[in-house]
């Protein structure tokens, strides 16, 4: 720990010179560092919490204590109110003793960037010169659309709005109930680019059987433009890394946003999937 | 209500008014000559029949083919006489020749197979009209005595001045939905909106019971409708003041829900004339049909209606299409006169949601608020939050908020939706909505006021840009007047989506009306009569 600390003190802590803080090429080659608040290395961080308590003489002291425990030493809070009879709201500012280590910090490698709807536009007419055919539908017995339309439909999720939003993207939404042939003949009609397939229902891995005969029919097609459509499924209930063992060129869990699909399209796109 | 600051030509507006009314027209007639599933099903609500085949079910539990009665006896007719004529007829017909106790025996049995319907004629036909007419007859008194009961409540626990502060829960729990909402209404909110289960605008049925499984909202229910009205009473009386609650009368089962609003005493309903078909992709004839219904039940009820054209700014640019904000709230005003709705049941929607980076952003909202406040004076309009420029950056996102609740303090808003600086990012933390309430105490506290010194200079910024926008609207109008309402909404002119006549979802539940359709509750309704 100690080793820790005066290595730090020597990469980024107060005897650092100010030319080195000020000078970008000297920060980056900095590998440990802690928050800034108004001068390099005083680790000072501002922070606001609830804690179910009443505002009395014990909620400063409460506060204090989730602080210290959060490695915030000194702690002072700034501002305590009572919010009804039983919740206190606390804004604490304090100096963490916890340090940054830069070459540890792992990035989560999501296989495509996050996009604007902008930028997915951008990457569409970019490889395309045209709009993106997106079919989508629930299949086989599956009556629920919810999980579809969340990512279709305008209205969209979690504050994005789904496909139809995007200019470049041409949606077709089949709805519930759909016949994997029926879905077949649709996509050929369609020339579709894409099939987007969501799965609710898990009886009897009906979701998993689904997903299989679509995947082989997709492959077994004669197809208008060279290739396949990429193949998307969803669910709450499908794993992501099951997407090779399934057929499908990619499976979302639980929790996708349109954003997400959309991103992954365009990257699908641009990497020039399987045609 | 308000007096007017903007110089705008009387002529013009009345143009306006015009232009929306011939564009409404046609739309008008279809609605009053087609019915739906759903208003059918709405009807024998009225006239008493509640449940399902399982005693509670939600949207997720339904995979066994489970359903509400309604939907098994409007099937039923549908299936052995068709719905030209509406259930009425062949379902008390059958059960006055049937010897069925009541309703609930007659679904239970059509369920099982066992009831045979068909259409009456003659005497039999005036007997089972005559029957229908007083079960529909009894729901509505029900919906007439709630009414009445909201009115002595309001005068005996005071109203809150307006603007009344709009505040949302949605935990998609109803048992956890309710402290939630007296901990609101105890720190100020005097309308509680319950957020509905993502897709459930979509079901073609009213699922039942007490629902504890909603996704990001919580399902519409009668039960649930009652459990929260019922809470809501307890706080009001806490607090002295009438807190109002509002769901969603919206998507395939509008109809329905609006009867199940009227007859829960729920006080406000977000129905809009577009919303279901632009934004949930719903059949526009299916859409139409069922709002007409749907209002004449809130008229009736005293429910104030808020409109969703907030929404059309979320997804177009907020300057740009400023006007189709206007051209929707004509459109929702004809078709809310036309169902009976009184201007002050009419909370038209519009929203904070242009760029903040824009020059002058302040100044434009200025003038779209205000210009919406004198087209519409006696409206108790619903003004929106920004949502679409909450970047994550919680104290920019405040100070925004806080502009958005100056600009309804302003132009005298009627219903201020609390904005919530953490708007998309993640569910309102108990303290953030605090904060946003404080924040609303301190504009309304300190700028309360303002509307009366607030005089826009005659031919400065804000009063140029309002009339700009109400001659684009007009313009607008008389496109969608001489070209169709229904066309145009098929060219993406509201909310750049773009949605035919025949396509979406619920189409296939519209019927046209034959010769001798009967439906005693459009009558009653129509009629404004309770017997």
């Known amino acids: ?23 970008p090429r000297a920060s980056a080659r900095q590998k440990i560092v802690r928050p800034y608040g108004d001068t390099t290395g005083d680790g000072m961080v501002q922070l606001s919490f609830t804690l179910p308590v009443p505002n009395d003489s014990r909620a400063e002291g409460a506060a204090l204590q ?138 009897k891995d009906a979701h998993l059987h689904n997903t299989r005969e679509l995947a082989s029919a997709v492959r077994a097609a004669s197809w208008p433009r060279p290739g396949r459509p990429l193949l998307v499924v969803g669910g709450p209930r499908f794993e992501p890394v099951a997407a090779a063992q399934l057929g499908v060129d990619r499976v979302f869990g639980r929790g996708t946003t349109p954003g997400e699909v959309a991103s992954y399209l365009a990257y699908a796109l641009r990497s020039g999937w399987d045609r | 209500m308000s007096e007017p600051k903007l110089g705008l030509d009387p002529r013009v507006v009345a143009e306006a008014r015009r232009l929306a009314a011939v564009a409404a027209a046609p739309v008008i007639e279809l609605a009053r000559t087609h019915t739906t599933v759903s208003v059918e099903r709405a009807t024998l609500r009225l006239a008493g029949l509640s449940g399902a085949t399982d005693a509670a079910f939600s949207g997720e539990a339904s995979e066994g083919g489970t359903q509400p009665w309604v939907n098994t006896v409007v099937e039923a007719v549908r299936e052995q006489v068709g719905l030209e004529r509406g259930v009425a007829l062949p379902v008390w017909h059958a059960l006055l020749s049937g010897g069925h106790a009541d309703l609930h025996e007659l679904a239970a049995k059509t369920a099982a197979g066992s009831v045979r319907f068909a259409l009456p004629t003659g005497r039999d036909a005036d007997r089972a009209a005559r029957a229908a007419r007083r079960a529909v007859a009894t729901g509505l008194s029900q919906v007439d005595r709630r009414r009445a009961e909201r009115d002595r409540m309001v005068q005996r626990l005071g109203d809150p001045p307006q603007p009344w502060i709009y505040l949302i829960v949605a935990t998609g729990d109803i048992h956890e939905d309710i402290p939630q909402a007296q901990a609101a209404v105890r720190e100020g909110a005097d309308v509680v909106a319950v957020i509905r289960s993502t897709g459930q605008s979509l079901l073609d049925y009213v699922p039942e019971g007490a629902t504890r499984t909603g996704f990001a909202g919580t399902y519409a229910t009668q039960e649930n409708f009652r459990l929260m009205r019922a809470a809501l009473d307890d706080v009001s009386r806490e607090v002295g003041r009438y807190v109002r609650l509002t769901n969603y009368a919206s998507g395939l089962c509008m109809p329905e829900i609006a009867v199940l609003a009227g007859l829960e005493r729920l006080d406000m309903m977000l129905n809009d004339c577009m919303y279901g078909i632009i934004f949930r992709d719903i059949n526009p004839r299916r859409t139409f049909v069922d709002q007409r219904f749907s209002r004449m039940v809130h008229a009736r009820a005293g429910i104030v209606i808020n409109t969703g054209e ?27 006169h036309e169902a009976g709705l009184a201007d002050g049941q009419l909370g038209l929607g519009h929203a904070f949601e242009i760029n903040p980076a824009l020059p002058d952003s302040l100044r434009l909202e200025l003038a779209h608020a205000q210009l919406v406040r004198e087209l519409f004076p006696d409206a108790p309009l619903k003004y929106m939050p920004p949502t679409k420029h909450m970047t994550g950056n919680v104290f920019a996102g405040y100070l925004l908020d806080g502009f958005f609740n100056l600009v309804g303090a302003m132009t005298g808003q009627g219903i201020l939706l609390v904005g919530m600086m953490t708007e998309g990012i993640v569910t309102p933390f108990l303290s953030d909505r605090d904060l946003a309430l404080e924040n609303v ?82 009558d009653l309704l129509e009629e404004g009569i309770s017997r």
């Open chain 1, 1 to 23: 720990m100690t080793t820790v600390d005066d290595r730090t003190d020597r990469a980024t802590g107060l005897r650092a010179s100010a030319h080195d803080a000020d000078n």
């Open chain 1, 66 to 203: 989730l602080a210290g425990k959060m490695g915030l030493d000194p702690a002072m809070v700034v501002h305590a109110k009572g919010m009804g009879p039983s919740f206190t709201f606390f804004v604490v500012y304090g100096r963490v003793n916890h340090l940054v280590d830069l070459s540890t910090v792992e990035v989560v490698e999501r296989e495509y960037p996050l996009l604007a709807a902008r930028e997915v536009n951008l990457a569409i007419r970019q490889v395309l010169r045209r709009k993106l055919v997106v079919l989508g539908a629930c299949i086989g017995t599956d009556a629920h659309t919810v999980g579809i339309d969340a990512i279709l439909n305008v209205k969209g999720f979690a504050g994005e709005k789904g496909l139809e939003y995007y200019r470049e993207i041409k949606v077709v939404n089949l709805g519930a109930q759909v016949l994997v042939p029926d879905l077949v003949a649709r996509a050929r009609a369609e020339k579709a680019d894409a099939i987007l397939v969501s799965q609710v229902v898990t009886q």
């Open chain 2, 310 to 336: 907030d929404n059309y700014l979320t997804t177009a640019d907020a300057v740009e299409a400023a006007h189709t904000v206007v051209v929707s709230q004509l459109l929702n005003e004809r078709f809310a």
């Open chain 2, 441 to 522: 105490r301190y504009v309304l506290g300190a700028a309360g006021n303002l509307a009366e010194d607030f005089r826009p200079a005659p031919d400065g910024f804000v009063a140029t840009r309002a009339r700009q926008v109400l001659s684009e609207a007009v313009e607008l109008l008389s496109r969608i007047a001489e070209d169709g309402l229904l066309p145009a909404i098929a060219e993406g002119t509201f909310g750049i989506t773009k949605r035919p006549a025949d396509g979406g979802k619920g189409l296939d539940g519209v019927v046209r009306h034959a010769d001798g359709y009967y439906n005693p509750a459009v």
